[in-house]
């Protein structure tokens, strides 16, 4: 599926999801039976690993159809980078969604100033980028990190880059709204 393509499965997943309509995960014989052989997931996520954004159901997703990595705060750090280097070169996906969502805890901990200890100080500092002296709207803060991990990945890994460049892969950043249950692409 190329990206044009999966981004519009993903948009009409999240309106069935907003409008009550979800088909739910698939979970039966046939779709165990078939993934047995391998996955295929039409889009790649890099999300925050919020328990209240659960990209499957939020894009009403069945199992195999998405490739999910969670991270707290939506970072693009070197797991995370090579989780994702490994769905474009292995599973074939077109399309990495970096999302980021309304009251972020981890924005909000970078905003803060973090002293939080040696780990998750380390988590936060890969948000430091996206922080603004003169903003302290931490959603506003939220939205551009998605953008800074969206370009740091871009920077940083020469197979997405080629991929990019040259394979049909695309990258775009998204931000869910707790109020309505909108996954807002930018």
Do not use: W
Not at 134 to 147: F, G, K, L, M, T
């Amino acid at each position: 599926m190329n990206a044009y393509d999966a981004l519009k499965k993903m948009k009409q997943g999240n309106e069935r999801f907003r409008a009550g309509r979800a088909q739910g995960v698939v979970i039966d014989g046939p779709r165990h039976e078939e993934l047995k052989q391998g996955q295929q997931p039409f889009a790649i996520l890099l999300s925050c690993s919020d328990s209240r954004v659960p990209p499957e159901i939020l894009f009403d997703t069945g199992l195999g159809d998405l490739f999910v990595v969670r991270v707290a705060g939506n970072v693009a750090n070197v797991s995370s980078i090579a989780s994702i280097e490994f769905a474009v070169l292995h599973l074939g996906s077109k399309l990495i969604v970096v999302m980021a969502h309304e009251s972020c805890g981890a924005v909000a901990a970078a905003i803060d100033g973090g002293d939080a200890g040696k780990h998750l100080n380390r988590l936060l500092s890969h948000i430091q980028p996206a922080l603004d002296p003169s903003v302290q709207d931490a959603n506003v803060i939220a939205r551009r990190n998605a953008q800074v991990n969206a370009e740091k990945m871009i920077h940083e890994s020469d197979i997405l880059r080629s991929a990019v460049e040259n394979d049909g892969v695309k990258i775009v950043t998204a931000f869910f709204h707790f109020s309505n249950g909108e996954v807002e692409f930018d």
